[in-house]
DNA sequence: GAACCTTTGAAGGGT
DNA sequence: ACCCTTCAAAGGTTC
């Protein structure tokens, strides 16, 4: 263990902390830093521990519970490496938000070789180990409901929807909608337009609006997940030329319309399914990463033009419900409106060339591509597509997720 | 000022 | 055994 990893245990004996919950407990001084939480507010321990304790009510010894100091959960493996490179990474990327870093740290974690994640398992093991010493009757679950409250009724809504999906799986209600790939700089704006055309809705807005404006400065692309029922199919062209007011050739340069599937309340409920979010702080080639490890880490850069197209997190997923291949409806109104929504954009863009705002050409996966020159892979199944999906079945838009074509914006 | 976002891993509960 | 949920850290952003 070099110094720096020593250091991580030691920084998190910090002085502040209160005593350790259990006075039986070693007493060295150093209080584990697991005992307070910034976020469970703590007040200081009464003067004295009234002996009539059991005579408490239970709604006292709630509120004992709640004065009890809060002893966090051991730090694991890629915690402590989160810890440890944060720092190292922010001044490497001068991003501070630490969704993005975290994504950059998820994606250096995998490409660490296994010994040098053992060096941090090992770590882990250890405050694991020390963390049941200290606190011996400690469960995970106490701290349940000690952090986050409810999730937000937005949220709670979504998992609703996703649920409603669950249960209508089969049917096709008929809808389209479509993805973006824009850089950040222009969501703000973007979201604007969105709402004055008043004819789309952004999935996953909140996220949307969370992106810095440094993300755009590396190059990082976000999607955009916009639905559109088929009541609606005159207000389906609308927002397209909306999209023309921002005219730069970073906006065209960047701007990717995806049809992602056919089916409404399928499209409604992936925003909402995945934990992978229609954002995605990185683009697939990882901006300021540190050189893919040796190891045939599956980070590496795609090979095959649908490798290419994956969501960048695609292929370091380990969790099943992160990002999968693009799905696209074979429903033939969809491949209408996927034809409209292509025509217009090309109008779009042609209006814009001939303005002037154009730059440089952009890489050819960055630009805007009409449905009759869609790359094949985005009109077939991917390999890792479901190989039992039938005519009659739903499509699985259920898992997936919207790619990210754009690799860097000019900027 | 709480909650969210984002990552991986550990833990606990439910099926 | 498997799946799901929660929470650890971090700090900018949103509500």
Not at 34 to 52: D, F, H, N, R
Not at 235 to 259: T, Y
Request: net charge positive.
């Amino acid at each position: 263990m070099n110094a720096s990893m020593s250091s991580l245990v030691s920084s998190r004996f910090s002085p502040h902390m209160v005593a350790p919950a259990h006075p039986g407990l070693p007493t060295s001084g150093i209080p584990h830093p697991a005992i307070v939480s910034p976020i469970v507010k703590q007040e200081p321990a009464p003067p004295s521990l009234s002996p009539a304790v059991s005579a408490k009510s239970p709604v006292t010894v709630k509120k004992e519970e709640e004065k009890k100091p809060h002893v966090k959960k051991p730090l694991n493996a890629f915690m402590l490496y989160m810890k440890e490179m944060r720092a190292k990474v922010v001044a490497e990327c001068t991003l501070k938000e630490s969704a993005a870093i975290n994504q950059i740290l998820g994606r250096k974690w995998h490409n660490l070789s296994r010994e040098e994640q053992a060096k941090y398992y090992e770590l882990a093991r250890k405050e694991r180990q020390l963390h049941s010493q200290l606190y011996p009757t400690w469960s995970a679950r106490d701290n349940y409901g000690k952090k986050k409250k409810r999730k937000r009724e937005k949220q709670l809504s979504q998992t609703q929807s996703q649920q409603q999906v669950h249960e209508a799986e089969g049917e096709s209600p008929g809808a389209a909608a479509s993805s973006l790939c824009l850089p950040l700089s222009q969501l703000h704006r973007l979201r604007m337009t969105l709402h004055r055309v008043d004819t789309v809705t952004v999935l996953g807005n909140s996220r949307l609006s969370r992106a810095p404006a440094s993300c755009a400065h590396a190059g990082i692309t976000v999607i955009l997940v916009l639905e559109m029922t088929s009541e609606e199919p005159g207000k389906f062209r609308d927002w397209i030329p909306a999209l023309s007011h921002f005219g730069p050739w970073e906006l065209w340069n960047a701007l990717q319309l995806r049809l992602i599937g056919g089916l409404g309340p399928e499209i409604s409920a992936l925003a909402s399914k995945s934990k992978k979010p229609c954002v995605q702080y990185l683009p697939p080639e990882k901006p300021c990463d540190s050189p893919a490890s040796s190891h045939g880490s599956m980070l590496d850069s795609p090979a095959t033009p649908s490798a290419a197209l994956a969501s960048p997190a695609a292929p370091a997923a380990t969790h099943s419900e992160q990002a999968q291949p693009l799905s696209l409806t074979t429903k033939p109104e969809a491949r209408a409106q996927l034809a409209l929504h292509s025509a217009a954009f090309l109008s779009a863009k042609a209006a814009a060339t001939s303005s002037g705002q154009m730059g440089s050409q952009p890489p050819l996966l960055s630009r805007p591509l009409p449905l009759g020159s869609m790359p094949t892979a985005l009109l077939t199944s991917p390999p890792s597509f479901p190989a039992t999906l039938h005519a009659h079945q739903a499509l699985p838009v259920l898992q997936a997720q919207p790619l990210s074509l754009v690799t860097k914006s000019a900027h």
